[in-house]
């Protein structure tokens, strides 16, 4: 089992940053893919950045040039450095990633972290 913990959230003014971090902890054996999605009020659950375990990122359009994923492969960590919010980025931000054991590939899910952008 791999558990994923999300921190980092909070409340802040448009324009503002944040940075949120996931540690992956448990019996790992490897990551592959991981990524944060995001889910406001009554909308369905998006993808917002995404990072391979070598490194490539891809983005949603609505973040590009705001938004940089990361990640500590050492510390099973993935992170979403969040600049020039905006009131629409307000939502739950999850992470996920993709496990790889006994060759079979699994993906986890965290339980959120809210981010709320006021105007």
């Known amino acids: 089992q791999v558990q994923l913990v999300e921190s980092g959230g909070g409340l802040v003014q448009a324009g503002g940053s944040l940075r949120l971090s996931c540690v992956a902890s448990?019996?790992?054996?490897?990551?592959?893919?991981m990524a944060w999605h995001r889910q406001a009020p009554g909308k369905q659950r998006e993808l917002v950045a995404y990072?391979?375990?070598?490194?490539?990122?891809n983005y949603a359009d609505s973040v590009k040039g705001r938004f940089t994923i990361s990640r500590d492969n050492a510390k099973n960590t993935v992170y979403l450095q969040m600049n020039s919010l905006k009131p629409e980025d307000t939502a739950i931000y999850y992470c996920?990633?993709?496990?790889?054991?006994?060759?079979?590939?699994?993906?986890?899910w965290g339980q959120g972290t809210q981010v709320t952008v006021s105007s």
């Open positions: 448990g019996r790992i054996i490897r990551l592959n893919a």
């Open positions: 990072i391979t375990s070598g490194g490539s990122t």
């Open positions: 996920n990633a993709d496990h790889m054991a006994d060759y079979r590939s699994q993906w986890y």
